[in-house]
């Protein structure tokens, strides 16, 4: 397929290529009336799960943050570090024994129209039955101006089971309604 | 299931040039990731222009550690704004990556994400929006002072989803 890009500068290689090791298993996009989003029946057949979103929640509050359940488990087994910049300090933090994993900003009702919070979360080796499940997540939200303008995030969370994961429900921290406007993706990668 | 990840363009540079612009990015796909690998002429980092639009419509926060001082810095209303907290020396190597959610999306401004490692100054992380719903047709990258070098390496990606 010819790429449809343009590319100024010099020594151009514009050639696409296709890999099969990054797959699409299922996208949701929020309905503005539910709180949580969930992707079921996640085949084991990859090494790594990857998801991608936008996301915006109907709080009354400027900001909000990603959780999410493994399985529906719903006992004290989820353990998070985190690291923040809000444009003025950094901040560290983390907790043991939680019933839900906590995860990065994304932006409220309150914050600035249209503005979103983004996240990339690895999933390592979410198909083992042998070790616990390690995420790891990059996000964040930025607003411009008001209060809660930004904050940029370093996730690690720990679940502590050796099933392998098979569900992911995603939810707001102020249990709160995705908007229409959120859309998680979810991908799978796979090993050699 | 489909085959989601792949290379748009990419382009390394064989002699110092002013500026690396990706233009007409196809909306068919749902994400776009860009890798830089900057080698500069002088001293500087990388500002980015989206649809070649230079007016005050960025904003971004990020926080860096830089081997003794963990911090956190801010820009709001700001003109094409830098990727990266820390300038680069014409001897220093660094990699950015960006993740650009929902690009073509109509109804959203554009919130991009990007981590960016220089060790031979710091590493930082920063969330930046573009306050505009249009789809992003183009991403220029420039450094703030001077030129690349050569060697400079910039490769975009699209992901689809299902």
Redesign the interface.
């Known amino acids: 397929m010819t790429?449809?890009?343009?590319?100024?500068?010099?020594?151009?290689?514009?050639?696409?290529?296709?890999?099969?090791?990054?797959?699409?298993?299922?996208?949701a996009t929020g309905t503005g009336s539910s709180g949580t989003i969930t992707f079921s029946s996640i085949p084991a057949t990859y090494s790594h799960l990857q998801i991608?979103?936008?996301a915006r929640t109907d709080t009354g509050f400027a900001t909000d943050y990603i959780q999410f359940r493994f399985n529906s488990d719903t006992g004290s087994n989820y353990t998070y570090h985190g690291?923040?910049?809000?444009?003025?300090?950094?901040a560290a933090f983390g907790a043991a024994s939680q019933t839900v994993a906590l995860d990065t900003n994304i932006t409220g009702s309150a914050a600035?129209a249209?503005?979103?919070?983004?996240?990339?979360i690895d999933i390592i080796d979410y198909a083992s039955t042998s070790k616990y499940k390690t995420v790891r997540t990059?996000?964040?939200?930025?607003?411009?101006?008001g209060s809660n303008?930004?904050?940029?995030r370093?996730m690690s969370n720990l679940w502590l089971s050796t099933s392998a994961i098979n569900r992911i429900d995603l939810t707001s921290y102020r249990s709160a309604n995705w908007t229409t406007?959120t859309?998680f993706?979810l991908?799978?990668i796979k090993g050699a | 299931?489909?085959?989601?990840?792949?290379?748009?363009?990419?382009?390394?540079?064989?002699?110092a040039?002013a500026?690396?612009?990706?233009?007409?990015?196809?909306n068919t796909y749902?994400?776009l990731v860009l890798v830089l690998v900057p080698k500069y002429v002088s001293t500087t980092a990388t500002k980015l222009t989206i649809n070649s639009d230079t007016t005050t419509n960025y904003?971004?926060?990020?926080?860096?550690g830089d081997g003794s001082t963990?911090?956190?810095?801010?820009l709001?209303?700001v003109s094409p704004v830098i990727i990266n907290y820390f300038n680069n020396t014409s001897a220093q190597s660094s990699m950015n990556i960006l993740?650009f959610?929902?690009y073509s999306?109509t109804?959203?401004?554009k919130?991009?994400?990007s981590?960016n490692n220089n060790a031979g100054a710091g590493t930082d992380?920063?969330?930046?929006?573009w306050?505009n719903?249009n789809a992003i047709t183009s991403i220029k990258l420039e450094p703030g002072t001077g030129n690349y070098d050569t060697g400079t390496i910039?490769t975009?990606y699209g992901?689809?989803?299902?």
Do not use: H
């Open positions: 790429p449809m890009l343009g590319i100024m500068a010099s020594s151009i290689s514009g050639s696409k290529i296709s890999t099969s090791s990054y797959e699409s298993i299922a996208t991608r979103c936008i690291l923040e910049g809000d444009g003025a300090s950094t600035t249209n503005a979103m919070g983004a996240a990339v990059i996000g964040g939200q930025d607003q411009n101006s303008t930004g904050q940029i370093l406007s859309t993706a991908y799978g | 299931m489909a085959s989601t990840y792949e290379k748009i363009a990419s382009t390394t540079l064989n002699s040039t500026s690396i612009t990706f233009s007409s990015i196809p749902t994400d904003s971004a926060t990020w926080f860096y963990a911090g956190s810095f801010r709001s209303n993740n959610q929902n999306n109804t959203t401004y919130t991009y994400i981590q992380a920063g969330v930046f929006l306050r719903t910039a975009i992901i689809l989803k299902a």
